[in-house]
C-alpha cells in the first residue's frame, strides 16, 4: 500500500491566520491527492480533488498544490470555522486507497 | 436530497457478527461504486471495502479480507457490510461513502453519518 505521511501532526494558528499542511505520499500519485476537512462528531468533508481542485461549495481560501509525492494545502486567512482536522487520501492506487494520518488544527 | 444514512452498529463480542446498512438517496445509486471506510477511536481514516456499481466487483482491505463481505442491492438504494468473526480493533465508527463522479472509486463527496461498532468482551 501507499503510505500517507502528514506534517506537521498538529498546530496551532490564530484567526487571519495563514496556514499550510503538507502530504508525503511513499511513491508517485500524480495527481490522485484528495484533501478532507473533519470536525468532531463530524463525517469528513471533501475540500479539494485531484490536488489543486475546490470541491464545489468550499470557500475559495482554501486551496491545493502539488503533483508526484509532495502536495499542500493552504488555508488563506483562517476561520473560526477552520479549526479541525484535515486528511490527505491517495486514490492512485486503487482500490487500495490510503489516508494520511490527519492534521490537527487548534487555536 | 443526497443522503447516505448508516444503521446496524452495535456493541458485539469478539468472534461475533454484525451487518452495517447503508440506504443511499437522492441519487442515482446504481450508477456509482460505493465504499465502507472506518475510523478507530482517535484515529485516522481507513478504506475497508469497495463494490462496483453492478456488483461485478469488490474489494476489501487487507485487514479484513476474507471477514467482511461488502454486498448491494441497487432496486432497495441500499449498500450492505456482512462483518465476521469481528476482533476488538475492528471497534469504530463506519462510514458509507460515495465517490465524485459515478463508476470511479476516487475522492468521497458523500459520507453518511456514520455507524459505531464496538467488539469488547
Known amino acids: 500500500d501507499i503510505q500517507m505521511t502528514q506534517s506537521p501532526s498538529s498546530l496551532s494558528a490564530s484567526v487571519g491566520d495563514r496556514v499550510t499542511i503538507t502530504c508525503r505520499a511513499s511513491q508517485n500519485v500524480y495527481s490522485y491527492l484528495n484533501w478532507y476537512l473533519q470536525k468532531p462528531g463530524r463525517a469528513p468533508k471533501l475540500l479539494i480533488y485531484?490536488?489543486?481542485n475546490l470541491q464545489s461549495g468550499v470557500p475559495s481560501r482554501f486551496s491545493g498544490s502539488g503533483s508526484g509525492t509532495d502536495f499542500t494545502l493552504t488555508i488563506h486567512s483562517l476561520q473560526p470555522e477552520d479549526f479541525a482536522t484535515y486528511f490527505c487520501?491517495?486514490?492512485?492506487?486503487?482500490?487500495?486507497?490510503?489516508f494520511g494520518q490527519g492534521t490537527r488544527l487548534e487555536i | 436530497q443526497v443522503q447516505l444514512v448508516e444503521s446496524g452498529g452495535a456493541l458485539v463480542k469478539p468472534g461475533g457478527s454484525l451487518r452495517l446498512s447503508c440506504a443511499a438517496s437522492?441519487?442515482?445509486?446504481?450508477?456509482?461504486?460505493m465504499s465502507w471506510l472506518r475510523q478507530a477511536p482517535g484515529k485516522g481514516l481507513e478504506w475497508v471495502s469497495y463494490?462496483?456499481?453492478?456488483?461485478?466487483?469488490?474489494h476489501n482491505a487487507d485487514s479484513v479480507k476474507g471477514r467482511f463481505t461488502i454486498s448491494r442491492d441497487n432496486a432497495k438504494n441500499l449498500l450492505y457490510l456482512q462483518m465476521d468473526d469481528l476482533r476488538v480493533e475492528d471497534t469504530g465508527i463506519y462510514y458509507c461513502?460515495?465517490?465524485?463522479?459515478?463508476?470511479?472509486?476516487?475522492?468521497?463527496?458523500?459520507w453518511g453519518q456514520g455507524t459505531t461498532v464496538t467488539v469488547s468482551s
Open positions: 461513502a460515495r465517490p465524485q463522479q459515478p463508476l470511479t472509486h476516487d475522492a468521497f463527496d458523500i
Open positions: 437522492g441519487f442515482k445509486f446504481n450508477d456509482y461504486y
Open positions: 463494490i462496483s456499481s453492478r456488483s461485478s466487483s469488490s
Open positions: 485531484g490536488a489543486s
Open positions: 487520501q491517495q486514490s492512485y492506487s486503487t482500490p487500495s486507497i490510503t
